[in-house]
């Protein structure tokens, strides 16, 4: 499984998000969006929650 935490660029912000200074991050997994944060911390808290959940379910099925 490929879970990855990215700050989102400018030109996928809203014009107001960006006079704002709103700065967010995306968790994707298998190149799906799954997640949007305004906290790093809180997206690399839930990709780690991801990757576990993600371990249980390979150690059940295996």
Not at 14 to 33: F, N, P, T, Y
Request: no cysteine; net charge negative; proline share 0%.
């Amino acid at each position: 499984m490929t879970v990855k935490v990215t700050e989102r660029d400018d030109s996928h912000k809203s014009h107001e998000g960006i006079a704002a200074g709103i700065r967010i991050w995306d968790v994707h997994q298998q190149d799906m969006l799954v997640g949007m944060f305004h906290s790093e911390n809180d997206a690399h808290s839930y990709k780690a929650e991801l990757e576990t959940l993600e371990q249980k379910r390979e150690a059940s099925a295996g």
